[in-house]
């Protein structure tokens, strides 16, 4: 049987909004363990995941294949702008940004998680609305709330390639395998 990798398509955040992403994570791993933690003394680098899923490392080709064939639709480079830090509720372990996108890439993030399912061997589940990990904690971690509730907001981020990437244990982005220009 083929080893199967799991590949992320994905938005980097670049500029001044991955500082601020970088320094409220790294205040987040102050006050406790993390999982995933953004910048160069983390494991991962700020980024909005369009889709994600397991396949031989043979298909990588036809992701990039498929993520290049759609950039018409995507229409070119696009400003990306971030909600207020927030702990979700469902393990409030995960220190997360929502996402608003133009529509015309709302719409392009919808064709091409339609697209990659075929591609896929495994799909991940992805969220409807795009967010951005800013950590995963050990553990549930109520005494974040004042750090997450003080955090300066996110400015907004100009998108101007789409990376696909390996991809790690809780969304973690590894290696860019490539990185197209749009």
């Known amino acids: 049987m083929t080893d199967l990798i799991k590949v992320g398509v994905s938005f980097p ?99 091409i998680q339609s697209r990659l399912v075929d591609i896929y061997a495994e799909p991940s589940r992805t969220s409807a609305t795009p967010h951005l990990t800013i950590s995963c904690t050990e553990q549930s971690g109520a005494q974040l709330d004042g750090i997450i509730n003080t955090a300066p907001p996110i400015p907004p981020a100009t998108v101007s390639t789409i990376d696909i990437a390996r991809s790690g244990p809780k969304g973690i982005k590894l290696e860019v395998l490539k990185s197209i220009h749009l």
Do not use: K
């Open 13 to 111: 955040v670049g500029g001044s909004a991955r500082s601020t992403c970088v320094r409220l994570s790294d205040a987040v791993a102050a006050e406790v363990p993390v999982q995933v933690r953004l910048g160069a003394a983390g494991n991962s680098e700020p980024h909005v995941t369009v889709a994600m899923g397991l396949l031989p490392s043979s298909r990588v080709a036809a992701v990039e294949e498929a993520t290049r064939s759609l950039l018409t639709e995507l229409g070119g480079p696009f400003d990306m702008t971030f909600g207020p830090a927030y702990r979700e509720t469902e393990t409030g372990r995960y220190i997360l940004l929502d996402v608003v996108l133009p529509d015309r890439v709302a719409n392009w993030r919808s064709l």
